[in-house]
């Protein structure tokens, strides 16, 4: 190994050393947090203009997209392709399925609820996959269109009855790696 060239070079690599990745992760998670309510504020100031037809509220977006851009560029700064956008949708569908999840929590539909956190803790895994270079998106390929054998799949999935445990999860896989990695790897506590 070479010799530091100075005191900050060989702090950086202490702190690498003392990490899973070189990101930190437990702040990140916190910043994708904050994104994900921040796509969703966009969201309801367009909802929020169209409804009231007040413009002032379609004016408050680009300052708000401005800081979620700037944001999103302290855990992504550096991109491939269409990374930046699949990355911001996977947050905004993540939160999403948490909120209906919650909905159909307090509706007392259960079963339900914990299919939706555990989808939305998927996508969520997908982002962290797809911004850690984790998903080799060059084997991605396209898979002949059976709907009939999605139509049969998604009806057993819907006869489910047992709620859906991350830890009992028996998938394998890329998403399976992903969900054990991020497991692992983001623990918000930990300063």
Not at 59 to 72: G, P
Not at 160 to 179: C, F
Request: glycine content about 4%; overall charge neutral; proline content about 2%.
């Amino acid at each position: 190994m070479k010799k530091a060239s100075s005191v900050k070079e060989f702090v950086e690599r202490i702190d690498a050393t003392k990490k899973v990745n070189p990101k930190d992760l437990s702040s990140d998670q916190d910043l994708t947090i904050a994104i994900m309510n921040l796509i969703s504020i966009e969201e309801h100031l367009v909802f929020s203009g169209a409804k009231t037809g007040k413009n002032s509220f379609y004016d408050l977006i680009e300052e708000v997209r401005e800081l979620r851009k700037t944001l999103m560029q302290k855990v992504i700064p550096e991109y491939e392709g269409e990374v930046w956008c699949i990355s911001k949708h996977l947050l905004a569908s993540s939160m999403r399925l948490m909120e209906v999840g919650t909905k159909q929590q307090s509706l007392g539909h259960k079963n339900d609820a914990y299919k939706l956190f555990n989808q939305a803790y998927e996508l969520y895994c997908l982002f962290w996959g797809l911004n850690m270079n984790m998903l080799n998106v060059d084997d991605v390929k396209w898979i002949e269109d059976k709907t009939e054998d999605i139509k049969k799949i998604s009806a057993k999935l819907d006869k489910v009855s047992e709620p859906v445990k991350v830890e009992e999860n028996k998938a394998s896989g890329a998403l399976a790696k992903m969900k054990a990695f991020v497991k692992k790897a983001v623990d918000c506590c930990i300063e």
